[in-house]
Structure formats: structure tokens, C-alpha cells
């Protein structure tokens, strides 16, 4: 049992997410009272996001089991889940990709599509969608990322007893690569970063990264996992140098639209 709970938390550290900040910047700078309305908390946890006023999108991990009939606070409104999508070609990794060498556990990842909607029974009335971003032009952009998990520095790493405190922050960074069903970032130390530049880490998964045209937030991305080096056993999430892949949601704009549409 003690090796089956080591071996899920630390699938959570590397494919769950939260804000992870700048050791140079008081904390609080990167605190929001009130996140976006349409970033959604999911049943267990991490986030989804409001696309459409019946339709909300996050990563396929979030979902750890049948979600239908549950229950998603939307603005001021309860709603129900009358369905979950999910492509075929997400699956959970097997238990020996769990255990030592990071590699495989890594390339596990990026070939899988790491994307779920999730329709409910009836459309929102009192929240405004966000609106998907269209381009491809992802790389050099700077994101605004969202989400009320775990925090840490980019020094110590995340720590996972603030997990519980549920605090809404927000982070920036710049997209540095954005192929496939990725989009790409780097946690950079204080000299080379952004003023609030950070990364996710545990608790965020399917957190919104937006950009920002004409101060209308488009979405671009949504936190999924940190590439991981050496020995899973020492693996720490969220220090300086790490990099953060996003679910890249230009690149699954027509299989969105496609479910929407059946």
C-alpha cells in the first residue's frame, strides 16, 4: 500500500499543476481575490473551462473517474454533467512507468492527448464563455496562467501542504515552443523572467492560459504536466529551468468543434 500511494503522488507532482512563483516576489503579488468566471473547479480537483455556454474543456487526468451527474459550480448557478469526452488515444500510464527512469514516463505524455469536454445538461446563463484562440502563432506570446493549487519558489520547488489553502493565483510566461498537442515554457531564474513569471506545479491541472488581444482573453493552453528528469523517486516539481507543456488548444480546435457539433 505505502509503494502504491509514493507511486500516485508522484504522478500527481509531475502531471497536475499550480502556481509555482518567483522567490524574489512577495507571494501575494501573484494572488487574485476572484479568478476568471470561466475557469470552472472540477469535482476532485484541478480546473475546466468554459467554452461555450453548455460545453467545458480541461485535461483528460482531471477526470479520475464517471463524472456524470456531477456537479460543476458555474457563477452563481449549479449545473450537472451530462457527458465526458475523451479521445482515444488518452490513456493512464501503467504502473511500471511509474518507478524509476523519468524518460519513458515522459514520452508517455507527449504522445498522448491529454484534452477532455464535457457537456452539461443545461447552458449557462449568467457567465461569458472565453473564447478559443484560432492562430497558430503560439511561440513568443506571453500567457497569463490561473489556477488555486499547491505554491512553492523556484528555488525550494512547489510544497505540497499548501495544496488544501485553495488560494486563486495567477502567473505570466512566454511560449517558447508550440508543436503538435503542445504549446512550451521555461521557469527562468529572476534575471532572465518575467515580473511575475512562474509555472504550474499540483492542484491546476486544465488551469486556462490565455493571451491577451485588445484586452479580450483568448485561450491558448491548458497546464498538464513538467518535464521530468533522472530517477522518479527525486523528482521535484517547479524549480528554476523546468519546463511546463500545456494541452495546445489550436491543435484540437476541429476535434472540439467536431463533438460540439454531434
Known amino acids: 500500500m505505502k509503494i502504491c500511494v509514493f507511486l500516485f503522488l508522484s504522478f500527481l507532482s509531475l502531471c497536475t499543476n499550480a502556481v509555482v512563483k518567483r522567490h524574489d516576489i512577495p ?3 501573484y494572488v487574485l481575490e476572484k479568478g476568471p468566471e470561466y475557469l470552472i473547479d472540477m469535482p476532485h480537483e484541478g480546473h475546466g473551462v468554459l467554452i461555450d455556454p453548455q460545453w467545458v474543456v480541461t485535461v483528460a487526468h482531471t477526470i479520475f473517474y464517471d463524472y456524470v451527474e456531477k456537479n460543476l459550480k458555474i457563477g452563481s448557478k449549479t449545473y450537472q454533467i451530462e457527458k465526458v469526452h475523451i479521445p482515444p488515444d488518452y490513456t493512464e500510464p501503467s504502473k511500471n512507468l511509474l518507478i524509476g527512469d523519468l524518460a519513458p514516463l515522459m514520452s508517455f505524455f507527449k504522445s498522448r492527448s ?3 469536454l464535457i457537456k452539461l445538461t443545461s447552458p449557462v446563463s449568467d457567465v461569458e464563455p472565453v473564447n478559443m484562440y484560432t492562430g497558430e502563432n503560439e511561440v513568443g506570446e506571453i500567457i497569463t496562467v490561473y489556477g488555486r ?3 512553492g519558489n523556484g528555488l525550494a520547488g512547489e510544497d505540497p501542504d499548501t495544496k488544501s489553502l485553495r488560494v486563486m493565483n495567477q502567473f505570466q510566461n512566454i511560449v517558447e515552443s508550440a508543436e503538435g498537442n503542445w504549446i512550451a515554457f521555461t521557469f527562468n531564474k529572476p534575471e ?3 515580473p511575475l513569471e512562474g509555472m504550474h506545479g499540483s492542484g491546476d491541472s486544465g488551469g ?3 493571451i491577451f488581444q485588445g ?3 483568448f485561450l ?3 497546464s498538464s504536466w513538467q518535464l521530468g528528469h533522472g530517477d522518479i523517486s527525486t523528482f521535484k516539481g517547479g524549480l528554476y529551468g523546468t519546463i511546463a507543456y500545456q494541452v495546445r488548444v489550436s491543435n484540437y480546435r476541429d476535434w472540439i468543434l ?3 457539433g454531434s
Open 215 to 217: 484586452g479580450t482573453p
Open 208 to 210: 486556462a492560459s490565455v
Open 114 to 116: 491529454d484534452i477532455a
Open 192 to 194: 532572465n523572467a518575467l
Open 220 to 222: 491558448v493552453g491548458l
Open 27 to 29: 507571494p501575494e503579488k
Open 258 to 260: 467536431r463533438v460540439m
Open 149 to 151: 493549487g499547491a505554491t
